[in-house]
């Protein structure tokens, strides 16, 4: 019972290095996909001057953001006759809607849709860019975080893990 | 009442459900809801003005217990009628109007904010008039057989303003098409007429129309006269340097125009300058005044030999 006990503790705590490593790669990724849909909404305003749910509704079916599940919530909501702002805020108030991501991703995400479709379109577009430039500034924080982190984690994890065991047993 | 719920969706939630509980008869009399920041919210009707009280009773002198409309909910009907996308309507703001689902027109004001000699924006937004638009079929059977009962020739619809001027010219449109079999061509500057969404008409305008949605007219005309060869072309609001030089060339590729203008009667149209060349020039053969009060009530139809004696 003992020796099961321990490897189950020591193969958890190889797993929780090798979860934190992951984590912080799928935040980059995250981050990535989400300049790409900054990008597209900037575009989409920029060209066709679709209204917010129109844009939403095309980059839900058009594009690839399942990774973003935000996004096709937002949608659904709006299709639902929710104003777009409270559709946002609700499928970003989720913590499952918005992992791996930090609280000030989040809040980023947040003031990018408080300013969405309030002005006119050179209003929009900087508030793309400005959005734009912020995550840019954030991806380049998370590569580092992923590069200085990631490998020592998995490795920590798996040498912790192997530690509890030869210790315990 | 589907047309009235969509247009009132439109409004700010409290707005909405204050005039939800309301008798169905009253509504179906209102032609505009008017919307001013610490005013009380008044229906325009056929019969006159009538104001909403906070119990829900109506009234037609508004006092302290008035239903005050106030600044948020002025805000929060901007934003919906804008769908949230103040930048999609900005050409639309900035002209003071938008036309929304089901052809209904919101007109907006507030300060005006210019660049140069134009109106680019408006900050501040202090007022809303929405205007409830109303399909009326056969409302233009009586006029349309006494039009064109002969051959295809030019009609003038004129009227004071909310005496169904649109709403005929939509019935006009569907039964030449639908009834004549003619090729109609609409110039819908304004998105009144067909109320066209997402490249739909909302409103019927029958088989043989083709909508040119969001056109000046005189670019519209031009447009559907080169492309389209239409038998009538039909444009709302005409009045313009633009439009009438559009329309004079519209004739001379023998087009029967059939259009709408703000006159109250003879006198008041003769002031139209533009409108009466358009006359002389051979536009108009006949000429319609609608009545006052009852909406989409043709008084009488002159032709313009009477009308230029």
């Known amino acids: ?169 | 009442m589907q047309r009235f719920k969509k247009a009132t969706s439109y409004l700010s939630k409290k707005v909405n459900s204050a005039i939800k509980p309301l008798n169905e008869d009253f509504l179906k009399t209102v032609c505009e809801i008017r919307m001013r920041t610490g005013k009380p919210l008044s229906f325009v009707t056929f019969e006159g003005i009538t104001y909403l009280t906070k119990s829900g009773r109506l009234t037609g002198i508004p006092n302290s217990s008035a239903f005050v409309v106030s600044g948020a909910d002025i805000k929060e009907s901007f934003q919906r009628i804008c769908e949230y996308s103040v930048y999609s309507y900005a050409k639309d703001i900035s002209q003071g109007f938008i036309t929304v689902g089901g052809g209904h027109r919101a007109g907006i004001y507030g300060t005006a904010v210019y660049e140069g000699k134009n109106i680019t924006g408006l900050r501040d937004v202090s007022g809303i008039n929405l205007r409830i638009s109303r399909e009326f079929k056969g409302c233009g059977a009586e006029l349309t057989s006494k039009a064109f009962s002969e051959n295809l020739q030019g009609l003038l619809l004129c009227g004071a303003p909310s005496t169904g001027k649109t709403t005929m010219l939509r019935d006009v449109a569907r039964l030449a098409s639908d009834m004549l079999f003619k090729k109609v061509a609409i110039i819908d500057e304004r998105g009144e007429i067909a109320a066209t969404s997402k490249g739909v008409a909302q409103n019927d305008v029958g088989i043989n129309t083709d909508v040119l949605d969001g056109y000046r007219k005189g670019e519209g005309i031009l447009q559907a006269v080169r492309t389209l060869s239409p038998n009538i072309i039909i444009c709302d609001e005409i009045g313009g340097k633009d439009d009438c030089d559009a329309i004079r060339q519209g004739i001379n590729s023998g087009v029967a125009f059939v259009a709408a203008v703000h006159a109250s009667g003879v006198d008041e149209l003769k002031n139209k300058s533009s409108v009466i060349k358009l006359i002389k020039a051979g536009a108009f053969q006949q000429i319609a005044f609608l009545q006052s009060g009852k909406p989409c009530c043709v008084s009488e139809i002159i032709t313009a030999k009477e009308l230029l004696k």
């Not at chain 1, 935040?27 to 989400?34: A, F, G």
């Open chain 1, 1 to 169: 019972m003992k020796t099961v006990a321990v490897m189950a503790l020591s193969f958890a705590v190889a797993c929780g290095g090798c979860l934190y490593s992951k984590h912080l790669e799928m935040r980059v990724q995250k981050i990535e996909k989400i300049l790409i849909f900054l990008s597209q909404i900037k575009t989409a305003i920029e060209f066709t001057a679709d209204n917010v749910e129109g844009i939403f509704s095309w980059l839900t079916t058009s594009c690839d953001f399942s990774s973003l599940p935000f996004v096709a919530i937002c949608t659904a909501k709006m299709g639902d006759g929710v104003s777009f702002f409270a559709s946002w805020s609700e499928s970003l108030s989720k913590r499952e809607n918005v992992v791996p991501l930090k609280k000030e991703d989040v809040a980023l995400l947040l003031s990018f849709g408080s300013a969405l479709g309030a002005t006119d379109s050179a209003g929009q577009i900087q508030n793309c860019e400005m959005h734009e430039k912020l995550f840019k500034e954030r991806l380049s924080a998370a590569v580092s975080e992923k590069n200085t982190l990631s490998k020592p984690a998995r490795v920590v994890g798996i040498l912790t893990g192997a530690i509890v065991l030869i210790l315990f047993l």
